[in-house]
Nanobody, 121 residues
């Protein structure tokens, strides 16, 4: 099973930027699609972005499209989420997850512990 550790969260002003990182270990990273999810207080965990095994296909939630960019560096066993033009509604704990296969479909088999992103208005 893949172990995931998120980092890069923090406090930023609205309109600012952050880059989140997710480092993977314990299983072959390059064979699997990866995703980012988030959960705000009192709300359900929601999908943010995902990327297939080689980075050729990306998916985004409508709420972040045009502002966030997901990428990966398989040589470093790391997936990134570049977050620009941040809004107060982006405030949440952000989680990295690994899919069960090469593409953004099917079961999510492992989750990180999360990193807090707080956007002040």
């Amino acid at each position: 099973q893949v172990q995931l550790v998120e980092s890069g969260g923090g406090l930023v002003q609205a309109g600012g930027s952050l880059r989140l990182s997710c480092a993977a270990s314990g299983r072959t990273f390059s064979s699997y699609a990866m995703g980012w999810f988030r959960q705000a207080p009192g709300k359900e965990r929601e999908f943010v972005a995902a990327i297939d095994w080689r980075g050729g296909s990306k998916n985004y939630a409508d709420s972040v499209k045009g502002r966030f960019t997901i990428s990966r560096d398989n040589a470093k066993n790391t997936v990134y989420l570049q977050m620009n033009s941040l809004k107060s509604e982006d405030t949440a704990v952000y989680y990295c997850a690994v899919y069960s296969g090469r593409y953004v479909v099917g079961r999510l088999e492992s989750w990180g512990q999360g990193t807090q992103v707080t956007v002040s208005s």
